[in-house]
């Protein structure tokens, strides 16, 4: 198996900005991912649906036919636009740096809290793919808010579990 992929996006001056450690739009979390594996996988580029790299190993015991339980937080990538289409579930975002913060895609919307600030942002990324306009308070996009900060409470949870080392059982270990 050979996997391509980069470890994050990088801004393009867009908006007068050139540093990926600046900001919390879309193109510094779009990321390319190439897998190749003997025939086993098909070409395909799904697009519209947000994936994140923690889908990658469960991506790859599924793949490799390996069931097992594990730590993983991710799900196995779809093969196909159809199966991504069925199976699009939010996906936890995190920009470390610039004050933090925390967000949520479930394509089209993006959820995203500033922790230095406290700021709330939503966007709809197919009609407004500059997240120019934040929709946070409009009553067309409320119902998408509460499963958007959900994915960020995991993003709080994971923390919390590495931060006290209970990730794995004493039986685990």
């Known amino acids: 198996m050979i996997l391509i992929l980069g470890d994050h996006g990088f801004p393009t001056g867009v908006r007068q900005n050139l540093s990926n450690e600046i900001s919390f739009y879309d193109e510094l979390f779009r990321v390319p991912l190439l897998m190749l594996w003997n025939g086993k996988i098909q070409p395909t580029q799904i697009s519209n649906v947000a994936f994140s790299q923690i889908d990658i190993a469960p991506t790859i015991l599924d793949l490799a036919g390996i069931s097992t339980l594990s730590q993983f937080i991710g799900k196995p990538l779809p093969q196909t636009q159809q199966e991504a289409n069925v199976s699009a579930v939010p996906v936890p975002i995190l920009q470390p740096y610039d004050g933090v913060y925390l967000g949520s895609v479930l394509y089209p919307w ?4 500033s922790l230095s600030s406290g700021d709330e942002m939503l966007f709809n990324l197919s009609v407004d793919p500059l ?3 934040n929709l946070i308070h409009s009553k067309d996009a409320l119902s998408h808010i509460p499963v ?3 994915t ?4 709080y949870l ?3 579990l590495l931060t006290e080392d209970r990730i794995f059982t004493k039986g685990d270990q």
């Open 158 to 160: 994971n923390q919390r």
């Open 131 to 133: 997240e120019s306009k």
């Open 152 to 155: 960020v409470k995991k993003i």
């Open 110 to 113: 993006k959820y995203v809290k």
């Open 148 to 150: 958007l900060k959900e």
